[in-house]
């Protein structure tokens, strides 16, 4: 099958986005947690909390800087692929993104480097000052980030001029309907990937014998945050789905696959979406569930798919991304309670469930970039929903040379990606290799 330039370059800005997300994904709650070891230090004065600082902050430095330079690549494909967006609404998008380099960039940027090279060089108070402004900065720039997104998905305070979006209330743009919502869901997104990040790695650790002190409070911390933002994270994302249910209402649709407008509509539990016939193959569904879960009424009301003219996004897309993030989610639950009950009881998780710990690493990212491929191409066929269609937006680029920059891209991000998980359980088994360390035990060790 032969792809136009359009689905070229959506899949392209896609595979950016993809990369890019992973690492703010794991900044954004990394520089709250290195706080937290901060704290617990200038309060315990228990060296193994900086230990556990000093092997963090290599880690967090490692991402940052990754997240910096796939941002860079990115934002450069508004003008080579998208230069429709700028030109339409570059007077909303323009201002938000330089808000978020000017108070979050050049903050975690000069900071950073005290946290990293500071310890012995500035005071203690200076350099615990030195991790408030970082862990403060990765937020602000998530905030304005998040509310340039959920502009384009709840578009308000603005009006067309001559083809072109002028704010009418900052405001309202900044705080549109949905950005309360989508930026609480990415907050805990991101504390619930570094959560499972440090009990993974601090698990591969422990069964490799590097078992101080430092591995042990890192351990219990990961997963008794883990354990305590799971099921804050569910509340929000049902919060997160009324909100979408009342101003996207085709993208619920697509969620659920539903394809007639009906009153109790069954939660479906598997299927194969089938655009061309309009209905669900091999549907395993729930009698009236998702009009309870949707509406909290199990005669609640949901819009069907074909009432929207074929103007909805990809259904089987958008359809898998939420079951394998909803999946991902309930996986996380069951391991992070178990984890921690065992920790509570028994003091130290069983052998089978460290690993499982380690096999769950990356389980944040899965489930957050299977979020955002909901939000995105849920989106579809709007880039900015009733503004600014995305063919609207595309460039004149020939396909063969948007396909020949896709396949570099995904040749690069794959090394890249592989490297930094590399790198990542390289630096475990280098902080694990002094031998003549004292070691811990988890069910002395409190986080």
């Known amino acids: 099958m032969e792809l136009d330039a359009i689905t070229l370059a959506r899949i392209q800005f896609g595979a950016n986005i993809t990369f890019h997300i992973l690492f703010p994904t794991i900044s954004i709650a990394m520089g709250w947690m290195l706080l937290f070891f901060k704290l617990r230090y200038n309060k315990t004065r228990d060296n193994a909390w900086m230990d556990a600082y000093g092997f963090w902050v290599k880690v967090f430095a490692l991402t940052f800087a990754l997240g910096v330079v796939s941002g860079i690549t990115m934002s450069f494909q508004f003008g080579t692929n998208w230069p429709g967006y700028m030109q339409t609404v570059g007077n909303i998008a323009g201002p938000l993104l330089a808000y978020e380099v000017l108070t ?18 500035v005071s203690n108070r200076v350099h615990t000052l030195a991790t408030v402004l970082v862990a403060g900065g990765t937020t602000v720039s998530a905030f304005w980030i998040i509310a340039l997104n959920s502009w384009m998905q709840t578009p308000a305070g ?12 900052w405001l309202e743009v900044i705080f549109n309907p949905s950005m309360p919502y989508r930026l609480t ?15 993974g790695v601090s698990a591969y650790r422990w069964l490799r014998g590097d078992r101080v002190p430092a591995v042990a409070k890192a351990m219990k911390s990961g997963v008794f945050l883990a354990a ?33 407008t009906e009153k109790g509509a069954p939660l479906t539990l598997f299927a194969l979406p089938n655009e061309e016939t309009r209905s669900n193959d091999y549907a395993i569904t729930v009698p009236k569930l998702a009009s309870l879960i949707l509406t909290h009424s199990i005669d609640g009301e949901l819009k069907g798919l074909n009432e929207f003219k074929g103007a909805h996004p990809p259904v089987a897309k958008v359809f898998w991304s939420f079951r394998v993030m909803v999946a991902m989610g309930m996986l996380m639950l069951a391991t992070a309670w178990l984890a921690a009950w065992q920790l509570k009881k028994r003091g130290e998780p069983a052998a089978w469930l460290q690993r499982l710990l380690i096999a769950m690493t990356f389980s944040g990212w899965i489930a957050t970039v299977a979020g955002w491929y909901v939000t995105e191409m849920g989106r579809q066929p709007w880039l900015v929903y009733g ?12 396909a063969p040379m948007i396909l020949t920059t896709l396949i570099m891209y995904l040749a690069l991000y794959v090394v890249l990606l ?4 590399s790198v990542v359980f390289y630096l475990a088994r280098k902080a694990g290799k002094p031998a003549a360390r004292p070691s811990a035990n988890l069910k002395e060790v409190t986080a």
């Open 158 to 169: 603005f009006e067309m001029i001559n083809g072109q979006a002028h704010v009418t209330n």
């Open 387 to 398: 503004v600014l269609t995305t063919a609207q937006a595309a460039s004149k680029v020939p």
């Open 185 to 199: 869901h990415m907050l805990l997104a991101s504390g619930l990937t570094i959560a499972f990040l440090i009990s």
């Open 228 to 260: 305590l933002l799971i099921p804050v994270q569910i509340f929000v994302g049902d919060m997160h789905g009324l909100n979408t249910l009342h101003h996207q209402p085709e993208k619920i649709a697509a969620v659920e696959g539903v394809w007639n």
């Open 418 to 421: 592989l490297s930094y998980v």
């Open 104 to 121: 979050a960039f050049f903050l975690e940027a000069t900071f950073l480097g005290i946290m990293l090279f500071g310890q012995k060089r």
